[in-house]
């Protein structure tokens, strides 16, 4: 009998370590396409915005339809604010119906006053506010966007319509009457004008200035002539984060940033100023649509 060849004494009985690391690189192998496959897409993929499945195909690098996942666009972060200015937007509410809009308006009177001029101690005045403000405030109370349970409900009660005009009408039905002459202490002009760069507080100017006649920051409303109450409770409110709708959070950040004594000069400061500039000009002059156009 022929002497066994000395490589097929290198078998995995007589050498049974290779079996052993054959079997762990297995293992490992399928360890690792597991993990790589399934576990990581999984993990890595929150089911809501792609179902499990898809996950896993689309980790094997088959292309995922888009019909097949309707969720995935679906953004996580919860958006500020349904509203968006495209320019027919606008367009149509410089065309809406003013008169009609004085009609609608007779259902504010209660709290806020005659042609939008007082307001209750809760209620902020109306007139003198941008009719894009208005307009986008209503759009916001109604998708639930902002919370106050009356001003929710009147919201919905709204259709379109009747929210374009009431917005065009108090957009233009003139400014608040003259504040009450008072200060909002030493710290509102500095903040107002300059800010504060070391708490990364922007200057309240850059955004809310009455005089910018063009508007180009009209989602900023007049604050002039407010209701310094109303001011305070609304920084209040997006300290808190409770009121959320700013769009890009400007206000939630500045208003973090503000001490309480802060925020009562600020709105006692804004509130006793007499409406300065020309906060509504009239909305068939086209500046808003123009300057929107012209960017
Ligand atoms: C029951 C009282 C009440 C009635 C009626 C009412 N409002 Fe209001 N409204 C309020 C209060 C209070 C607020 C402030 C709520 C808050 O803190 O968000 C408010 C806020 C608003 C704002 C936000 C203003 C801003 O500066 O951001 C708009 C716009 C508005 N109301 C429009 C209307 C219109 C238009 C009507 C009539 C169709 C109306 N409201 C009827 C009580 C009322
Ligand atoms: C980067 C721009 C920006 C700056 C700077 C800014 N704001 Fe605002 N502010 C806004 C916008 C935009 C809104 C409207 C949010 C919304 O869509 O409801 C707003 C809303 C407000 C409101 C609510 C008004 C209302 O009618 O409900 C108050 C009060 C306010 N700002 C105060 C201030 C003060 C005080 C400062 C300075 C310390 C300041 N803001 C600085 C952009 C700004």
């Excluded at 009121?243 to 709105?267: C, K, S, W, Y």
Aim: aromatic fraction near 6%; charged fraction near 20%.
């Amino acid at each position: 009998m022929a002497e066994t060849h000395p490589i097929d004494r290198a078998t995995t009985a007589h050498r049974p370590w290779i079996l052993y690391g054959g079997l762990s690189v297995a293992v490992l192998g399928v360890v690792g396409w597991l993990v790589g496959i399934v576990v990581l897409p999984l993990a890595q993929q929150p089911s809501d915005v792609l179902p499990s499945w898809l996950a896993i195909c689309r980790a094997f690098g088959i292309p995922v339809p888009q019909g097949a996942a309707p969720d995935q666009r679906k953004a996580l972060a919860e958006a500020s604010s349904l509203v968006a200015w495209t320019p027919p937007v606008i367009r149509e509410l410089q065309d809406a119906d003013h008169q009609a809009g004085a009609f609608v308006a007779i259902n504010c009177e209660a709290c806020h006053g005659p042609q939008g001029r007082t307001g209750s101690a809760l209620a902020p005045k109306l007139a003198g506010l941008q009719a894009e403000v208005i307009w986008k405030e209503l759009h916001d109370y109604r998708d639930g966007k902002r919370l106050f349970a009356p001003m929710n409900a009147i919201a919905r009660a709204l259709n379109e319509d009747s929210i374009r005009q009431v917005a065009a009408y108090f957009g233009t039905v003139g400014e608040p009457p003259p504040a009450k002459a008072g200060s909002g202490g030493d710290n509102a002009p500095r903040l107002v004008l300059y800010g504060d760069t070391h708490r990364g507080i922007a200057p309240c100017q850059a955004c809310h200035d009455a005089n910018n006649t063009d508007r180009r920051v009209m989602m900023a409303p007049v604050l002039e002539g407010q209701r310094a109450d109303y001011l305070a409770r609304q920084l209040g409110l997006f300290q808190t984060e409770w009121r959320h709708n700013d769009v890009f959070r400007p206000m939630r950040e500045i208003a973090m940033r503000l001490t309480g004594d802060e925020i009562e000069q600020l709105a006692a400061w804004f509130g006793s100023r007499p409406p300065a500039g020309t906060p509504a000009p009239s909305p068939s002059n086209g500046t808003v649509a123009a300057s929107l156009a012209g960017r």
